[in-house]
């Protein structure tokens, strides 16, 4: 028996060895949805890889492959993009919702107007709204709503001309403010300066810093740009500061206007005037090195400069944006309307010098964050549709399609804290993209050229985002028939 068992062993090692070797099977992974054939953008390193898949589950990407890895997976929706482009979603750093509680609805309306340009993340900074906007940010008003980071309430000073603010009048009231902004879980710190005291303005700065909140503001005249930064503002918003701290004359304008000696227009062109690019590059290489950020804004002030040359009253925007919110427009119109020629040269003298400075701080390594000033009030920079225009305006100014979008899809998330889970098309992100016709990075105009959303994780594909389209251009058009403007407007 022991010998026949022997030999049985024996032809059976014999029979394993000839025999031929079966491939293991590489498992299949479920996934929600699967693009295949796409070119993906890269905006950090400025390259696009051509043939890959990107597979998505939940709201997250959990691979970024060959196209020939395909079979790997089994997908509840496949979407063959033909090749084309696929880049993180577009982050609008800069914009507002507000103009009263009647106008709530009308803001909530503006979401997917976002969406269907291709924005998939907003930094609300500041309104008259500020706990409705929290509200959106945790449960937002539709499926199509792009995320929220949103400063909730500003810190202001007292009797400001601004509604929906915290006043404060101490470092009490200041550390109350602040204590308040905590509770909320506000993404950063928008301070203003209507009436807030520049002592109180740099002890906000300074106590927010301590306690690892974000600061963004309007700075105040009396306090040169640097100052400001040297107590650790994160980030200026509206490119004309920046403009400001170029004057080899700063502090001594401030000095003026604070002493009732000029008119703001009046020392908005002396800054101008004495605008110094040795100065500036100075200052400039220091916000770098503080890690200050700046937010030019450039479309919407660029907007409101032109008032008096550009006819917006045949804007196809227009049909995207409640009677309400237009209506808001008008205080910025009709005060564009009553200045007399020299102030119109100055305003545009002032916009051409502030112009100057993007590339400025581009060279410094300033970061630059991507944002409108779009919402109500500022007078035709429409949601969505303007950060395009934000954006082609960089590149007309100097900066590459790739420095532009830089300031945000990658930076516009880093600043938020945000960077570990946005800014790429890889493997971790969040499922929050674009699909475009062309190139990004050779012309930037092609973020215009929108062929799908995925927005966490779910395809919007062309035919439903014409239908959104539809669907915003009827409800607008609704609210139009029962519109009555108030006295305000």
């Given at each position: 028996m022991r010998t026949i068992l022997i030999v049985a062993a024996a032809a059976l090692l014999s029979a394993c060895a000839t025999a031929p070797l079966t491939a293991v099977e590489t498992p299949v992974e479920t996934v929600d949805l699967l693009l295949t054939s796409a070119t993906v953008v890269d905006v950090e390193k400025g390259?696009?890889?051509?043939?890959?898949?990107?597979?998505?589950?939940?709201?997250?990407?959990?691979?970024?492959?060959?196209?020939?890895?395909?079979?790997?997976?089994?997908?509840?929706?496949?979407a063959d993009l033909s090749d084309r482009y696929v880049m993180p979603g577009l982050w609008d750093m800069h914009v507002h919702f507000g103009g009263g509680e009647t106008l709530i609805g009308e803001n909530a309306e503006l979401m997917p107007l976002y969406v269907v340009n291709g924005v998939?993340?907003?930094?609300?900074?500041?309104?008259?709204?500020?706990?409705?906007?929290?509200?959106?940010?945790?449960?937002?008003?539709?499926?199509?709503?792009?995320?929220?980071?949103?400063?909730?309430?500003?810190?202001?000073?007292?009797?400001?001309?601004?509604?929906?603010?915290?006043?404060?009048?101490?470092e009490a009231d200041v550390d109350a403010a602040l204590d308040r902004l905590q509770a909320l879980r506000v993404d950063f710190v928008k301070?203003?300066?209507?009436?807030?005291?520049?002592?109180?303005?740099?002890?906000?700065?300074?106590?927010?810093?301590?306690?690892?909140?974000?600061?963004?503001?309007?700075?105040?005249?009396?306090?040169?740009?640097?100052?400001?930064?040297?107590?650790?503002?994160?980030?200026?918003?509206?490119?004309?500061?920046?403009?400001?701290?170029?004057?080899?004359?700063e502090a001594a304008i401030a000095a003026d206007y604070l002493a009732g000696k000029y008119t703001y227009a009046q020392t908005m062109r002396r800054y101008a005037d004495?605008?110094?690019?040795?100065?500036?590059?100075?200052?400039?290489?220091?916000?770098?090195?503080?890690?200050?950020?700046?937010?030019?804004?450039?479309?919407?002030?660029?907007?409101?400069?032109?008032?008096d040359q550009d006819d917006h009253s045949?804007?196809?925007?227009?049909?995207?944006?409640?009677?309400?919110?237009r209506a808001t427009y008008d205080w910025r119109v009709q005060r564009a309307a009553q200045?007399?020629?020299?102030?119109?040269?100055?305003?545009?003298?002032?916009?051409?010098?502030?112009?100057?400075?993007?590339p400025m701080l581009r060279d410094?390594?300033?970061?630059?964050?991507?944002?409108?000033?779009?919402?109500?009030?500022?007078?035709?920079?429409y949601p969505g549709f303007s950060l395009h225009d934000e954006l082609e305006l960089y590149v007309k100014l100097g900066l590459t399609p790739r420095e532009a979008l830089m300031g945000?899809?990658?930076?516009?998330?880093?600043?938020?804290?945000?960077?570990?889970?946005?800014?790429?098309?890889?493997?971790?992100?969040?499922?929050?993209?674009?699909?475009?016709?062309?190139?990004p990075l050779a012309d930037v105009s092609a973020t215009r050229r929108i062929a799908d959303v995925v927005l966490r994780g779910r395809l919007i594909d062309a035919s439903t985002l014409e239908r959104m389209r539809g669907e915003i251009r009827a409800r607008v058009t609704a609210r139009e028939a029962t519109f009555k403007p108030s006295p305000a407007s």
């Open positions: 390259t696009t890889t051509p043939d890959q898949l990107v597979a998505v589950r939940g709201g997250d990407i959990v691979a970024v492959a060959p196209e020939g890895e395909a079979n790997r997976y089994r997908a509840t929706r496949t998939v993340a907003v930094r609300d900074a500041a309104g008259d709204l500020a706990q409705q906007v929290l509200d959106w940010r945790d449960a937002p008003p539709t499926p199509d709503s792009p995320r929220i980071f949103t400063s909730g309430p500003k810190i202001e000073g007292i009797a400001p001309v601004w509604k929906g603010v915290i006043e404060t009048g101490s301070i203003t300066d209507n009436t807030l005291k520049p002592e109180l303005f740099l002890y906000a700065v300074r106590e927010a810093k301590k306690r690892g909140m974000k600061t963004s503001a309007h700075i105040p005249a009396s306090i040169t740009v640097l100052d400001a930064a040297e107590a650790g503002l994160s980030s200026i918003e509206h490119l004309d500061y920046a403009m400001k701290a170029g004057s080899k004359d004495t605008f110094d690019e040795a100065t500036a590059r100075r200052v400039y290489a220091r916000l770098r090195e503080l890690g200050t950020a700046v937010s030019p804004t450039l479309y919407g002030s660029t907007t409101l400069s032109n008032l045949h804007d196809p925007e227009l049909a995207y944006v409640g009677p309400g919110i200045a007399t020629p020299q102030q119109v040269a100055d305003r545009h003298f002032v916009k051409d010098v502030t112009a100057r400075t993007l410094a390594g300033v970061v630059i964050l991507t944002g409108t000033d779009a919402g109500f009030l500022n007078s035709f920079n945000s899809v990658v930076d516009g998330p880093r600043f938020l804290n945000q960077g570990e889970r946005y800014g790429a098309v890889a493997a971790g992100k969040s499922a929050d993209l674009l699909v475009l016709d062309a190139n």
